[in-house]
């Protein structure tokens, strides 16, 4: 059985990932992953490796966002601010590339929760859909068909950024 | 929920575009400054205080870890890192442990003092319904559908989570079925990944034999791939790897392919 601090040094650089790309803005960013570590460190004693480490922790990490984006709801508050800089603790990033995940935050900004998540686990997280469904808890064909239309959207986004008119 | 959605195989292609934002997400890990706040601020909320150093991260760029089994892969570096944990910091989190078991958080300009809710179960957080060929648990053992329209509720949750972790009851299914389903097939092809890859490859073909072009066909290619190396069988891997850059050159996956080996 795997200590948290264990978990969290194998784990806690992709979760870090997964909770951006699912929506929380950095200035909450920490404060959810650590919440998230909270429940890790709390469960991991019920853990019975039924399932990976790593799904596990998808889930986990997926409803911290999930409560995360409720909570902010209700207080009314932007999800993201205009301008947000990404990666502000780890300036070695290329301009370039802190424009490009930007740029694919906003467009992920347009999608429902349930599509977007797909889209994260599948595509950035590099999840197999059988690994996607255990996370997201759905059929699979409804996850293809949530992956097929987050795609669909993302794409259309980029290619009116690119066309000047997002 | 509402799924206005056209069913679809998940292998579109994407544009040149979105495959760089998303080659640019998946760099977007934290190291050096960042990683080392980000320990410090987490290992805080279990009392271990911050190390100047923190954790050590274990990252390879681009993919997430492997499917590994549970505590298979977390090594020694791991524990290598977990020992900096010791340490004073500015502690920002207060973790008080409630009655019960419960955190109780407080941090200045922070959400609401509120916990995160854990999964109820290790299935996910929505009502989906398996198909009869579907009901095969996690761990290979035959699960009950979870009851629907259960109120949702700290005790309920609990002891639904606790149901998802109870130790497998016997196994009613000892031989896998002529239909059994895409998902299960696949499903106990990586539970046998780890401990098993001759079984796991085994598995692998019988998909293979059943759904040649089925929905989880890059999920089984990449399988067989990581099975065959953890056979030493690096020849036939290296050959797969290529064949499977020819054939699905847009996949979510592929990155994990290169990436063999963690």
Known sequence: ?166 | MKEELEPTSGSEARSAELSRLIDAARLDLPSGPAWASLSAHVASAWGGGASTGGFEPQVSHGSTPGVEGAAAKVGAKAAAGAGTLKGAGAVVLCVALASGGGFVLSRSASPPAQGVQEPTSLGGGESAKPSSSEIVGLAGSVVAPSGEGTPPGPASAESSHDRALAPPAPLLRSQPLATESEISLLRRAREQLIDAPSQSLVLCRRHQRLYPQGQLAQEREVLMIEALERLARADEAQNKREQFGKAFPDSPLKSRVKGSGH
């Open chain 1, 1 to 166: 059985m795997p200590t948290t601090e264990q978990v969290f040094s194998q784990y806690g650089a992709y979760v870090h990932r997964a909770l951006r790309y699912f929506g929380v803005p950095e200035r909450d960013l920490p404060d959810v992953c650590q919440e998230t570590f909270v429940v890790v460190h709390r469960k991991l004693p019920e853990f019975e490796a039924r399932s990976s480490v790593r799904t596990w922790l998808y889930q986990i990490c997926r409803r911290a966002a999930s409560d995360y984006r409720r909570r902010a709801h209700v207080r009314r508050e932007s999800m993201r601010e205009p301008g947000e800089e990404l990666g502000q603790l780890d300036m070695p990033h290329p301009a370039a590339a802190i424009e490009a995940r930007q740029l694919l935050l906003r467009a992920l900004d347009l999608l429902d929760e349930d599509k977007r998540e797909v889209f994260v686990l599948a595509e950035i997280e590099g999840m197999t859909m059988t690994e996607v469904i255990e996370v997201i808890g759905c059929p699979l064909q409804t996850a293809y068909s949530r992956l097929s239309a987050a795609r669909k959207r993302v794409e259309e986004f980029v290619r009116a950024a690119q066309l000047g008119a997002a």
